[in-house]
């Protein structure tokens, strides 16, 4: 089991940049693929950008492509996801998820933190 904890979140206005960070407690992070995804307000939960148990394994939806950057420190126990250009659209709460599979589909993914809320708005 691995319980993730979800920060970073924040108020920022449109074409700034945040960056989120997910850590994670239990023995099997490097085992573990992690994906980002994101809940908008009436909306269903959608995958962001998803990174395997090798940095070069990533994979990114068409809306945050070239814009977002998931990335993983091992040794830290910690992923992150880098947020630039930031838009209105992209308003929402981020939720890190980990399995032993990867994706963007919500159920290749057996834990969850809590989410942290991103508000993009001038």
């Known amino acids: 089991q691995v319980q993730l904890v979800e920060s970073g979140g924040g108020l920022v206005q449109p074409g700034d940049s945040l960056r989120l960070s997910c850590t994670a407690s239990g023995s099997s992070f490097n085992n573990h693929a992690f994906a980002w995804f994101r809940q908008a307000p009436g909306k269903e939960r959608e995958g962001v950008a998803c990174?395997?148990?090798?940095?070069?394994?990533?994979l990114y939806a068409d809306s945050v492509n070239g814009r977002f950057t998931i990335s993983r420190d091992n040794a830290k126990k910690t992923v992150y996801l880098e947020m630039n250009s930031l838009k209105p659209e992209d308003t929402g709460v981020y939720y890190c998820?980990?399995?032993?599979?990867?994706?963007?589909?919500?159920?290749?993914?057996?834990?969850w933190g809590q989410g942290t809320q991103v508000t993009v708005s001038s």
């Open positions: 990174i395997g148990t090798s940095d070069s394994s990533t």
């Open positions: 998820a980990s399995g032993l599979w990867w994706g963007l589909t919500a159920n290749a993914y057996e834990n």
